[in-house]
């Protein structure tokens, strides 16, 4: 059957043995996203962190949802453009398989205290929101596959799961990590799924013990396995090609095994370590468990063409054996008291050269040196001469035999369902209003705009588009095209430092998207300066800051500055303040200012105090509304970034 529309499509409790084969759930109810393909909005984070009394079904949705149904069977249903596609919660040995649950804005299949579950041959792709490829990549916990709170011994299995934006995302959950300090989602097999192009992780486990990875692909996601506070895991034979940060990357790991895994391109390949996470190391869980990075194996391993091909920082007594290391600008990184119990029989050939650095096969502390036993091609200048690259190619380098574990007896059903043909890779994503759109799907985005003396709007076209009408003193640029594009709307060369309304309509065929919005062509005067200590324990710092000269200056259109994880150019990440100031002619009325700002801001309008938000926090908007005689104000805007994100953004607009 077919069902549309529906904040749960189908809602099943306390139905033990229940069927549900080849129903449609499609077009189900999703969040309206504040996100847009500019700027990420704080608020579109998922927070699965509670669902005892059935909350993710009360507040997302679902074509599916599932509560206390053991020996369910789910096959060949599809739950497609919704938020998520089947819920499970407090339910064992349920089986779902063969079902296409892709397309939606949060989770393709999630479970919640759900345990010797099978979920195989499913498609879970593009299950994904907090995506602007070159802008932001977050991915706001959406997951095509989600195991939450105690989940344990469920087998995952060959399921078509890319471009979403955790891959699998397993948690202990806070029963765990914030109440008990034990327990966990432990024991899980997951086998030879496609993860690849996760905006976050291809799999995130963390908390969690005695799980098995084996066989994925977590190609062309941020980090491909993100394992923290795992333990006695094992991780073998995963694919991780040009993931950005890591293929494999573990904090406060304990006793996990990293075999067999074949790493290439990205920050790093394999990256373990300890840091002093205070808030969680003095809680349960710290308290109960063992917290340092240490008595790892990582064994067999073939990592290439990364920065560091593998890094141990604060590592205690791991195994390093067996890995070939070659062809990275460091095949080896040891930081801190790092100190493996063993360390030997690995390659080190080929590495190759960072920019005006030499290569190194090795960097560790005074002191410390290789074990003979690991091999390195030390004449690295030769390596172009063809014999030596022969040598090199030919060089017998034994390796233990790979044990992965039998894959699941799991048979592929005989209708599967095919996934969506589309375009592949971290700028594959195109995110709209409500969610992920397919490649038949278009879209305006945003439907209202804002700017300074320009701004720009996102179309997603499956074909030819043009900009049919506009009003006011504005220019588009272009103004027709096809496919994906831009359309930039600037003020007219003539237009005053007052706010500029605006209205145009993008013509598809078959379809009309009107956008309205408002420029406001003015110059924004703005500075920053170094503080010398953290404004909020020390408060004065900042106008010692203020009193002194600016480390840079700049004269912009627009206040857009989501800096991210940056800062301004020639300023330092973290500590600085900024002071921005305009003037504007306005008509008398009510006004609104928003800023959007990480940390700290306040901001004055001629003179007067008008909005304070003096804290340290995430992107985050603050709104004024101001009553306001004809004329011209002056605006000034303060703001300081302690550390993490940094992001200033301003606007004004009438009230209406």
Excluded at 218 to 233: E, F, L, P
Excluded at 263 to 278: Q, S, V
Aim: proline share 6%; aromatic share 8%.
């Amino acid at each position: 059957g077919r069902l549309r529309g529906y904040r749960v499509a189908v809602q099943a409790v306390d139905a033990p043995g229940l069927r549900l084969l080849g129903v449609n759930a499609d077009e189900g109810r999703r969040d309206r996203l504040a996100s847009t393909p500019a700027r990420e909005a704080s608020e579109d984070w998922l927070w699965p962190h509670h669902d005892d009394d059935d909350e993710w079904a009360k507040r997302y949705g679902a074509g599916f949802s599932l509560t206390r149904c053991d020996l369910a069977h789910v096959e060949g249903c599809e739950a497609r453009r919704g938020q998520n596609g089947l819920l499970l919660a407090s339910s064992r040995r349920v089986r779902i398989v063969g079902n296409d649950f892709a397309w939606n804005s949060g989770w393709g299949v999630a479970l919640w205290r759900a345990s010797e579950n099978i979920i195989a041959w499913n498609v879970l792709d593009h299950c994904v929101r907090g995506m602007s490829p070159g802008v932001y990549f977050r991915g706001q916990d959406s997951a095509a596959i989600l195991l939450f709170e105690q989940c344990c011994s469920n087998v995952v299995y060959r399921n078509h799961a890319t471009h979403s934006g955790d891959g699998l995302f397993l948690y202990a959950g806070h029963e765990t990590t914030q109440r008990t300090g034990q327990g966990g989602s432990n024991h899980n097999v997951v086998v030879d799924n496609d993860f690849r192009f996760a905006v976050a992780n291809g799999i995130e486990a963390t908390f969690s013990t005695g799980n098995v990875f084996a066989g994925n692909d977590v190609s062309g996601s941020d980090h491909g396995v993100w394992a923290g506070y795992s333990r006695d895991t094992l991780i073998v034979e995963q694919r991780a090609v040009d993931c950005m940060t890591a293929g494999i990357s573990i904090e406060h790991g304990v006793g996990n095994r990293i075999v067999g895994n074949e790493i290439e391109g990205g920050r790093h390949g394999i990256h373990l370590w300890w840091d002093d996470d205070k808030e969680l190391l003095a809680g349960p869980y710290g308290q109960q468990q063992d917290t340092r990075s240490a008595d790892n194996t990582i064994e067999g391993n073939t990592i290439r063409g990364s920065e560091i091909a593998l890094r141990l920082v604060q590592d205690e007594g791991s195994t390093v054996r067996w890995n070939d290391l070659g062809a990275s600008a460091v095949g080896l990184q040891l930081e801190g008291t790092t100190r493996p119990r063993e360390l030997a029989f690995n390659r080190f050939v080929g590495t190759r050269r960072r920019r005006g650095e030499a290569p190194r096969a090795l960097q560790a502390p005074d002191g410390f040196a290789l074990d003979p036993r690991n091999t390195r091609h030390l004449r690295l200048a030769d390596e172009d001469r063809p014999d030596v690259a022969a040598l090199v190619a030919n060089r017998a380098f034994p390796r233990p035999a790979v044990r992965r574990p039998a894959p699941p007896d799991v048979a592929q059903p005989r209708r599967m369902p095919e996934p969506v043909a589309a375009p592949m890779g971290r700028d594959a994503f195109r995110i709209g209003p409500y969610g992920p759109l397919q490649p038949s799907d278009a879209a305006v985005l945003p439907e209202s705009l804002e700017g300074g003396r320009s701004a720009t709007l996102f179309v997603f076209a499956p074909g030819p588009w043009e900009v049919c009408t506009t009003s006011g003193d504005v220019e588009v640029e272009p103004a027709r095209g096809s496919g994906d594009g831009r359309v930039v709307v600037r003020a007219a060369a003539s237009a005053p430092a007052r706010p500029l309304p605006f209205t145009l309509e993008i013509c598809m065929p078959g379809e009309l998207f009107p956008v309205s919005g408002q420029l406001l062509p003015v110059v924004w005067d703005v500075a920053w300066y170094l503080l010398d200590a953290d404004p909020l324990a020390e408060p004065e710092s900042v106008g010692r800051a203020f009193a002194g000269e600016p480390v840079a200056r700049q004269r912009v259109d627009a206040l857009l500055f989501p800096w991210r994880a940056g800062s301004p150019p020639g300023v330092r990440a973290d500590r600085f303040a900024t002071r921005a100031r305009t003037e504007v002619d306005l008509p008398a009325g009510r006004w609104r200012l928003r800023v959007t700002s990480d940390d700290g801001v306040r901001v004055r309008v001629d003179g007067r105090e008008v909005l304070v938000n003096w804290t340290r926090h995430g992107p985050t908007e603050d709104k004024v509304e101001l009553d306001l005689e004809a004329g011209r104000h002056a605006i000034e805007i303060e703001h300081m970034e302690i550390d993490g994100w940094a992001w200033l953004e301003a606007h004004l607009e009438r009230v209406p």
